[in-house]
């Protein structure tokens, strides 16, 4: 029988289907790995409030149940985290890591939505600083997100990007990937490599329009993914880095202001 190679996300759910716990499962499978999840939390858009973003938190417990179930067939892989949702989910999840002794960790450090400017649950930004950061392979912050965990604030160019990766390397991340994103101004979409030694700066042209919801997601769940496939750290963000552009360039307008990502636009491109 084939090995199956299994990966795991602990991450909120998407409704609208290009984000989250959708958008992991979906890229899990394109990189032909088996997904396992556990749901931490429910996103919804209101169509009669703006599309305002509303997010449901489970409770710890229910959390800690899923992985429960998960890990009882096994290891993982690799897996990855996304939205949390509480200080106490934080905790529950850097629990199953140690426990599991899992390897091949990448935190999506996820603290806002896009479209919406509201830190979701600051402390449990702090959680993720403390408690999970110190278990990451590989750390995947956008702008805003690199500025509050290297406490630097406002990231406006390359050089202070390579400067916030440092910091949060120095706080126990093995690799950072700050990504400049759409966030960043230029005509190019510049995310920083950093392994402890080296900085790598990775370039594409920025895609328009921007179909980017589930970008980060995506890009971190290929990163787990391609670590759970057998590539080195490395070579599993420079491959996330061409399925993301390939899933942004295959996007779609879901409604006035969320376009979101299609995660079959790198196989379906080549
Ligand atoms: N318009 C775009 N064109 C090309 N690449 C983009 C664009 N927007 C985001 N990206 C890339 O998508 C990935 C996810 O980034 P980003 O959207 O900033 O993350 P997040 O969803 O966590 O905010 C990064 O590699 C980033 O550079
Ligand atoms: C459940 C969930 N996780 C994560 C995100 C972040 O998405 P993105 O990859 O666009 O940053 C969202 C955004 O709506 C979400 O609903």
């Not at 426990?99 to 996820?110: L, W, Y």
């Not at 949060?168 to 392994?195: H, S």
């Not at 552009?245 to 379906?268: D, K, M, Q, W």
Request: hydrophobic share 45%.
């Amino acid at each position: 029988m084939n090995k199956v190679i299994k990966t795991l996300t602990i991450a909120g759910s998407d409704s609208s289907g290009g984000a989250g716990i959708q958008a992991d499962l979906k890229t899990f499978q394109e990189y032909g790995t088996y997904g396992f999840s556990a749901l931490t939390t429910i996103v919804t858009m209101d169509p009669e409030d703006n599309w305002h973003h509303r997010v449901y938190p489970m409770s710890p417990e229910l959390v800690a149940e899923q992985l429960k179930t998960i890990y009882a067939g096994g290891p993982m892989d690799a897996m990855k985290t996304g939205m949390l949702g509480s200080a106490e989910i934080v905790k529950v999840a850097e629990e199953a890591i140690r426990r599991n002794g899992q390897a091949n960790v990448v935190i999506d450090p996820v603290m806002v939505c896009k479209g919406e400017d509201e830190v979701l649950n600051p402390e449990s930004a702090d959680a993720i600083r403390d408690l999970l950061l110190p278990l990451a392979e590989v750390v995947t912050p956008n702008l805003f997100e690199a500025g509050v965990l290297s406490g630097l604030g406002r990231l406006t160019t390359v050089e202070a990007m390579k400067e916030a990766a440092a910091a949060i390397q120095a706080k126990g991340a093995k690799t950072v990937v700050v990504k400049g994103g759409k966030a960043l101004g230029g005509d190019e979409a510049i995310d920083v490599f950093y392994d402890g030694s080296e900085f790598t700066v990775l370039a594409t042209g920025k895609i328009e329009p921007a179909y980017n919801h589930g970008a980060g997601c995506t890009f971190a769940a290929a990163v787990a993914a391609g670590l759970a496939t057998g590539l080195a750290t490395r070579e599993a963000v420079l491959k996330a880095k061409d399925f993301v552009t390939a899933a942004i360039a295959s996007g779609y307008a879901f409604n006035e202001y969320v376009g979101p990502v299609f995660h079959g636009g790198y196989r379906l491109n080549r």
